[in-house]
T-cell receptor, first 109, second 115 residues
Framework: GIQVEQSPPDLILQEGANSTLRCNFSDSVNNLQWFHQNPWGQLINLFYIPSGTKQNGRLSATTVATERYSLLYISSSQTTDSGVYFCAVERTTGNQFYFGTGTSLTVIP | NAGVMQNPRHLVRRRGQEARLRCSPMKGHSHVYWYRQLPEEGLKFMVYLQKENIIDESGMPKERFSAEFPKEGPSILRIQQVVRGDSAAYFC?????????????FGPGTRLTVT
């Protein structure tokens, strides 16, 4: 299967700070999504971004498919941003998502 | 437009019992996917179904696990004779078509605890 690596594995931020999360993948993909799993375990869609750049409020994401990586930017972080951020990809020929191991983010006041 | 619904949200079973997890996809979605998340891990694909068809079950354990998505009603993930190692969060996702253009939308998950 496809390998999905996320970095850093853990991140602690002061409220108001900015951060960049990275997702590397080992093969061509036709779909990439970023999710936030909140402390209650719910998975929230952040971005559907197989290529290009998207922004939604304080969050933005960029995927460079030819170089097999995606970045998630969080600006002016808030305590509610805490949780685990997952990147998931779908291979060109398959239907299942392959999830990375996540970045655990803690934002402290 | 209601999102993906899963029930129950929490399920406790004793070893050897059966667990039935239900998933109702978003309105208009005909593709359902099941994933399992073990503690402190990412999600792992289990099975992909369309109405009355299993499309890909490459992630399903060979024994005790089965899934269906009937013409009417929710998708069901069934685990027979549960063991402690089955304790996990089980997520269902749905999409309106092959995910090349749509992405997958996830439900809140069912947390199974086997005692």
């Amino acid at each position: 299967g496809i390998q999905v690596e996320q970095s850093p594995p853990d991140l602690i931020l002061q409220e108001g700070a900015n951060s960049t999360l990275r997702c590397n993948f080992s093969d061509s993909v036709n779909n990439l999504q970023w999710f936030h799993q909140n402390p209650w375990g719910q998975l929230i869609n952040l971005f559907y971004i197989p290529s290009g750049t998207k922004q939604n409020g304080r969050l933005s994401a960029t995927t460079v498919a030819t170089e097999r990586y995606s970045l998630l930017y969080i600006s002016s972080s808030q305590t509610t941003d805490s949780g685990v951020y997952f990147c998931a990809v779908e291979r060109t020929t398959g239907n299942q998502f392959y999830f990375g191991t996540g970045t655990s983010l803690t934002v402290i006041p | 437009n209601a999102g993906v619904m899963q029930n129950p949200r929490h399920l406790v079973r004793r070893r050897g019992q059966e667990a039935r997890l239900r998933c109702s996809p978003m309105k208009g979605h005909s593709h359902v996917y099941w994933y399992r998340q073990l503690p402190e891990e990412g999600l792992k694909f289990m099975v992909y179904l369309q109405k009355e068809n299993i499309i890909d079950e490459s992630g399903m354990p060979k024994e005790r696990f089965s899934a269906e998505f009937p013409k009417e009603g929710p998708s069901i993930l069934r685990i027979q004779q549960v063991v402690r190692g089955d304790s996990a969060a089980y997520f269902c996702a749905s999409s309106p078509g092959v995910t090349g253009g749509y992405g997958q939308y996830f439900g809140p998950g069912t947390r199974l605890t086997v005692t």
